[in-house]
């Protein structure tokens, strides 16, 4: 076949290429045949090089295993601060709260989603289960249509993204060009440093409460920090995700520990105390807005898990098992135990500082959440020192200067722990600014720009779609601007306290 001019550009090349093979994707019907057919059909497909990604499919996560990796993402360390969210938000507005701030990253994700399916028309989901997406779903078309090479031959003014860009950042390329992806990157980059500080701000706060400690709060804070260092220039940390499950099984034990002892306490008077129900004021509500939204988290990851389905069609109804389990999970973490403690103790930090410090079994708990927490940051610091040596053109061999760098990380985040507030106040900042942009802000931005390069209808017709991403887009700028100046604002009163 002669090649058209359309097949010249990178885009169009490696979207026809795909094509030509087997799409993750499937046409109506393909998918039941597919993954019904076995592993012999697997195997048959894989046998000539062609059924690779169909090969990844038949072997991919189900519903099920999608949701539940959506959970376990969404429950890490950030649960220590949600009792602290409650106490801010109040009993009422933090469960509506909850359920908004689930619904909002619902529609933001399925506006990534969109906009993937714009960079690839053949993608059609059969679950676009919401009234939105049925709204804008595009009808059936013959697969590599004039249409279709014309939409991505509009997309295709530039070069394809450098090698290594994630999904969601090669969106923000075809969205913004360059300056997206660098927008991206910095606010991961910056995403990734804080979440180095926060770690440590909550091995301090560990440490702290713990009767064997130095009597030196530097020292104590060196130790957990030499060994983060270390960990992250070994070559391979992979073995590290091994520790997830210790992870997960230490916050259950933290909770089943805490919630013993709010039991001992006062039993269940709590329920029958008298609490607030909403936010004192705006600063308070910015606060619990910022925990919340660290707590949610997937938008930035949903193509990740989309593409690591066995069927991706039914991402949407992933989507909604996991987040409904994380609002149910958060519920009774936030609201229920403040209510068991609140004749007795006022949550202004993590949820640790609520059990008593000469208690052995408390002990434990606070020891194995640094130990969980130091094993979990380097999982951090690599991703993001190798994001810096990518900038500083540090190549892979260059071993001496990828561990300088890697170090001199863990010592800036160690000596800017040290200075910061409560691990609380760092959770809910970065929820508030890091987190609204990437999972509120730019996702709506990306669909709005995405549809106006590649509409060819009057740019000015506004259908109902294009209203909810601009809706979205306002609110999510105004709300960041807000929550991230009050949260600020406490979050410096606090270390001046």
């Known amino acids: 076949m002669v090649a058209t001019a359309a ?53 991919g ?39 908004l701030i689930a619904v909002w990253n619902y529609y933001c994700a ?20 919401s009234d ?11 697969y590599g249509s004039a249409e279709d090479q014309g939409k991505l031959q509009q997309l295709d003014n530039r070069k394809p993204p450098p090698v290594g860009t994630t999904s969601y950042a090669s969106v923000a390329w075809y969205a913004a060009g360059p300056a997206g992806l660098l927008v991206v990157d910095l606010l991961m980059l ?57 992870g997960l099984l230490a916050l259950a034990l933290s909770f089943i ?15 029958q105390s008298t609490m607030n129900l909403w936010p004192r004021n705006l600063t308070d509500a910015s606060s619990w807005f910022g925990v919340v939204v660290f707590g949610y988290g997937i938008v ?45 103790h006022s949550f202004d930090g993590d949820v640790l500082q609520a059990l008593p410090t000469n208690s052995w079994l408390a002990l434990i708990v606070r020891l194995l959440m640094t130990f969980v ?26 071993v001496r200067k990828r561990i300088a760098v890697r170090v001199l990380l863990c010592m800036l985040c160690m000596i800017v722990s040290e200075h910061a507030p409560g691990f609380v106040h760092v959770v809910s900042f970065i929820g508030c600014f890091c987190a609204s942009i990437i999972g509120f802000v730019l996702p709506p931005l990306f669909c709005i720009q995405l549809r106006h390069n590649t509409r060819k209808d009057n740019v000015t017709k506004m259908d109902f779609i294009s209203c909810c991403d601009v809706g979205a887009l306002a609110i999510g700028i105004i709300t960041t601007i807000l929550t991230s100046t009050m949260t600020f604002g406490e979050m410096s009163k606090s270390q001046q306290q």
Not at 132 to 142: G, I, L, M, N
Not at 220 to 241: E, K, M, R
Not at 377 to 388: F, N, Q
């Open 7 to 59: 097949e010249q550009q990178p885009l169009v090349r490696l979207e026809l290429d795909r094509r030509a093979q087997s799409s993750i994707i499937y046409a109506d019907g393909e998918d039941e045949i597919s993954c019904n057919g076995g592993e012999e059909s697997c195997n048959a497909e894989s046998d000539d090089g062609s059924g690779n990604n169909q090969n990844n499919k038949c072997h």
């Open 61 to 99: 996560s189900s519903v099920v295993q999608t949701a539940l990796n959506m959970t376990k993402m969404c429950m890490g360390t950030g649960t220590l601060a949600l009792p602290f969210a409650a106490e801010k938000g109040g009993l009422i507005f933090n469960v509506v709260g909850l359920a």
């Open 110 to 129: 399925h506006c990534v989603l969109r906009c993937w399916d714009c960079l690839h028309p053949r993608n059609k989901r059969g679950d676009l289960d």
């Open 132 to 142: 939105v997406e049925r709204s804008s779903a595009r009808q059936p078309q013959d």
């Open 190 to 246: 910056l995403l990734m440093v804080m979440l180095i500080i926060a770690y440590e701000v909550a091995m301090i706060s560990f440490i702290d409460d713990m009767p064997i400690t130095t009597g030196s709060r530097k020292i104590d804070i060196i130790i957990p920090s030499v060994i983060v260092a270390l960990l992250s220039c070994s070559p391979d940390v992979s073995f590290l995700s091994k520790f997830s499950i210790i």
């Open 257 to 271: 520990v805490i919630v013993w002892q709010g039991l001992v306490e006062n039993g269940l008077s709590g329920f």
């Open 300 to 344: 930035p990851f949903i193509l990740n898990f989309h593409e690591s389905m066995k069927t991706p069609k039914h991402i949407g109804l992933a989507m909604k098992m996991g987040l409904i389990l994380v609002f149910f999970a958060y519920i009774v973490i936030s609201s229920g135990v403040r209510i068991l403690f609140s004749p007795s």
């Open 373 to 398: 927490v130091a094993m979990t940051a380097p999982l951090i610091v690599v991703p993001c020192g190798e994001m810096i040596e990518g900038k500083l053109g540090i190549g892979v061999d260059e």
